[in-house]
């Protein structure tokens, strides 16, 4: 760039800030609607791989936010988790959003290198729980019956992994492209255990979703979404209310726009009844 005259972008209403944990870095960005919060607070959701996603999303709400009754679309404080880098992606996902498992289980890496450590999902998920969420509601109107966490390919895998061993955490999951195949032997043996922490007061719902493309046959990501469905659809009273959606013409990256756009209407449809 030759010219001095130019100056960074600044998404209107976002702030960031870092955080630490168990010597984990972490760069939080959050967004805020332009509309007075509700006497309740505003929905938030907490949106996985934020380096990568958190100005899609942030600029899809601040559009589609302003006529709710034509989008779906409904005023929410977005809340990417994201790491100290300007990548989209951060090898630390690979620890924060896994379990570990043996390597037969896992796919063969593209590139011939062994992949990133993995196994950090429970430390990641008390992070979000007992460090993350106490700071965001203490800084900014939240409502707590109205909470959505978001995530794309492993960040996916990781919404499941929340659903099926905390599903009070959240109101709405919404799990896009999941690699199930990375973790397959510890859902199940999560989900076998799921019926025992449905209690009476539970209802969430919870949205699967993959590209159309992305249906290839290598990893089963439709059959075993749509499976995963099914079952949690009829396990105890109805208490998950449990959805699958295929976007046409859209492969593993590029349905991220598209996701996104949907996910905002499923995780902000509670306020518009």
Do not use: C
């Not at 030759?2 to 630490?20: A, G, H, L, N």
């Not at 990781?158 to 109101?171: D, I, T």
């Amino acid at each position: 760039m030759k010219s001095t005259d130019y100056q960074p972008v600044v998404i209107p209403r976002s702030y960031s800030k870092r955080m630490t944990y168990q010597e984990r870095d972490y760069h939080i960005f959050v967004s805020i609607p332009a509309d007075p919060p509700p006497e309740s607070g505003f929905p938030v959701i907490y949106l996985l791989d934020g380096n990568s996603v958190f100005a899609t999303m942030t600029e899809a709400i601040r559009i589609q936010s302003r006529g709710p009754e034509r989008t779906g679309v409904y005023p929410a404080i977005v809340v990417g988790i994201g790491y100290p880098t300007d990548d989209p992606y951060h090898p630390a996902r690979f620890f924060d959003y896994t379990y570990e498992v043996p390597a037969s289980e896992l796919p063969g890496n593209p590139k011939g290198a062994d992949w990133p450590q993995m196994g950090g999902a429970e430390q990641f998920l008390t992070f979000l729980e007992g460090e993350l969420k106490p700071s965001i509601e203490n800084d900014f109107p939240i409502d707590r019956t109205e909470q959505a966490i978001f995530g794309h390919s492993l960040g996916g895998l990781f919404v499941l992994h929340v659903l099926l061993s905390r599903p009070h955490a959240f109101q709405r999951y919404i799990a896009g492209s999941p690699s199930i195949h990375w973790n397959e032997s510890v859902l199940i043996a999560k989900e076998s255990q799921l019926p025992s922490l449905l209690t009476d007061d539970l209802d969430v719902h919870a949205l699967l979703t993959i590209g159309e493309l992305e249906n290839d046959g290598r990893f089963l990501v439709k059959e075993k979404s749509l499976a995963m469905v099914e079952r949690l659809s009829s396990m105890g009273k109805g208490q998950i209310k449990a959805s699958f959606q295929e976007f046409a013409a859209e492969n593993h990256s590029s349905v991220l726009p598209v996701l996104v756009s949907q996910g905002l209407k499923f995780a902000t449809k509670k306020t518009a009844r």
